[in-house]
């Protein structure tokens, strides 16, 4: 599958948005999607996941309550809508597929459980 990312922009500390991630070439309902994100000069972080079907959300603790995803495999879509942006959530946001379920969670995802990425979108939240 190869996925797109959309939606990133500048907004103000906050706001909301709204990240699409968009798959093709596949049966996208056959993948559990994930977000990360990665900050200037940081690593790339988990922010949150949706297992195929849908059926298991998943989020990083320190986004929890502030971030929602949902998918409409009818669409080849993943969404993370994210609410009272801070300026420390300016970051690109990748999407990330993995056929099939995930294993036991334990808090967070590292990048080596996911087998294709899509581009990135940047979000940069202003003061």
């Known amino acids: 599958v190869q996925l797109q990312a959309f939606g990133g922009g500048v907004v103000q500390a906050g706001d909301s948005l709204r990240l699409s991630c968009v798959g093709s070439g596949d049966t996208f309902s056959y993948y559990s999607i994930g977000w990360f994100r990665q900050a200037p000069g940081k690593e790339r972080e988990f922010v949150a996941a949706i297992s195929s079907g849908g059926s298991s959300l998943y989020y990083q603790r320190s986004v929890k309550g502030r971030i929602s995803i949902s998918r409409d495999d009818a669409k080849n879509t993943v969404a993370v809508e994210m609410n009272n942006l801070k300026v420390e959530d300016t970051a690109v946001y990748y999407c990330?597929?993995?056929?099939?379920?995930?294993?036991?969670?334990?808090?967070?995802?590292?990048?080596?459980?996911?087998?294709?990425w899509g581009q990135g979108t940047l979000v940069t939240v202003s003061s």
């Open positions: 990330a597929a993995r056929k099939g379920v995930f294993g036991e969670y334990s808090g967070s995802f590292s990048t080596n459980e996911f087998e294709t």
